[in-house]
C-alpha cells in the first residue's frame, strides 16, 4: 500500500505551565480510482480536492469503509444462508 506521510506539530501545556511540542505522523492513503469507489460506497457523497497536494484518506479511517464493506458482504452471505435454511425446511414439509 501507497501511503503518504503527513507531519504535524501537537502543542500540549501540562499544569505546570510548560509546553511540551510532539510530532505526529498521521499515515495517509493515496486517493486512488479503487479507494474512491469503496468511500463512495459507504459514505454516499465523497468530493475529491484534486487542488490539494496531499490528498489522501487517513490509514484508519480507510480501514473503517474496508471493515464496513467486509461487514456488509458477510450480512448478505448470512441472509443468503437463512434464506437456504428455510427453503430446505420448506421443501420437507
Ligand atoms: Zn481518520
Not at 507531519?7 to 479507494?35: A, C, H, V, W
Request: hydrophobic share 35%.
Amino acid at each position: 500500500m501507497q501511503a503518504v506521510w503527513m507531519f504535524f506539530l501537537q502543542m500540549e501545556t501540562s499544569s505546570d505551565g510548560r509546553q511540551k511540542i510532539t510530532k505526529l505522523y498521521n499515515p495517509k492513503l493515496k486517493i486512488n480510482e479503487e479507494r474512491t469507489l469503496k468511500i463512495r460506497s459507504v459514505l454516499g457523497k465523497f468530493e475529491i480536492d484534486n487542488i490539494g497536494k496531499n490528498n489522501g484518506v487517513c490509514k484508519n479511517c480507510y480501514s473503517c469503509v474496508e471493515r464496513v464493506i467486509r461487514m456488509e458482504k458477510e450480512l448478505e452471505r448470512l441472509k443468503c444462508d437463512i434464506n437456504a435454511t428455510r427453503r430446505a425446511v420448506l421443501a420437507k414439509s
